[in-house]
């Protein structure tokens, strides 16, 4: 069974930082492109970073661009963002998503159940 | 890169169809067959219903279709059902200066 389980996220002062985390299982991490989506409170979906599946290529959104940055460690079957200079805007909830086999970037047929990120004072 | 534009709210009644539209331009809809759809119920992760414009997933009810002109995407829901409330978000390929993914702004959908 695919599960995708982010976690790390809290609550973070606006020019903070956060590393989020998802770990990975009942597929071959390894072979399959990742993302980032967000979604904040009340609102649609934003994509946010996809990482190919040898960790050589990341594209971002242009709203987290120069902040944010993607990763990934096959060893350990984990995604990762990590976030700086955060603002009230990144306020939302994050999820890692997998792209489906076969596809390019648009199709994510797993989904984590997200983690919330709240940008506060 | 602007969101793809979708209706805010549809509705219909049980048995009924419903489409819902997704305009996007040129660099996105327009010219790529990389778009999707998702349904999103509350407090719950998307759902893949529709991929490269009109392809279902397995498990994917027939009821759900879906087709592009130009650069306006629709999904088709035929058969209404209860279940099928929800939000609905289109998704695209784009390029701007490097290929991103671009959502739209979502369309909910009431069963009445």
């Known amino acids: 069974e695919v599960q995708l389980v982010e976690s790390g996220g809290t609550v973070v002062q606006p020019g903070g930082s956060l590393r989020l985390s998802c770990a990975a299982s009942g597929f071959a991490f390894d072979t399959f492109s990742m993302h980032w989506v967000r979604q904040r409170p009340g609102k649609g979906l934003e994509w946010v970073s996809l990482?190919?599946?040898?960790?050589?290529?990341?594209y971002y959104a242009d709203s987290v661009k120069g902040r944010f940055i993607i990763s990934r460690d096959n060893s350990e079957n984990s995604l990762y963002l990590q976030m700086y200079s955060l603002t009230t805007d990144d306020t939302a909830v994050y999820y890692c998503a997998k792209e489906a086999r076969g596809t390019q970037f648009v199709t994510f047929d797993f989904w984590g159940q997200g983690t919330l990120v709240t940008v506060s004072s | 890169q602007s969101a793809l534009t979708q209706p805010a709210s549809v509705s219909g009644s049980p048995g009924q169809s419903i489409t819902i539209s997704c305009t996007g331009t040129?660099?996105?809809?327009?010219?790529?067959?990389?778009l999707s759809w998702y349904q999103q119920r509350p407090g719950k992760a998307p759902r893949v219903l529709i991929y490269?414009?009109?392809k279902r997933p397995a498990g994917v009810s027939y009821r759900f279709s879906g087709s592009k002109s130009g650069n306006t995407a629709s999904l088709t829901i035929s058969g209404l059902q209860a279940d099928d409330e929800g939000d609905y978000f289109c998704?695209?390929?784009?390029?701007?200066?490097?290929?991103?993914?671009?959502f739209g702004g979502g369309t909910r959908l009431t069963v009445l």
């Open positions: 998704c695209s390929y784009a390029v701007s200066n490097t290929p991103i993914v671009v």
């Open positions: 040129r660099s996105d809809v327009g010219t790529y067959n990389l």
């Open positions: 490269e414009v009109s």
């Open positions: 990482i190919n599946r040898r960790a050589d290529v990341a």
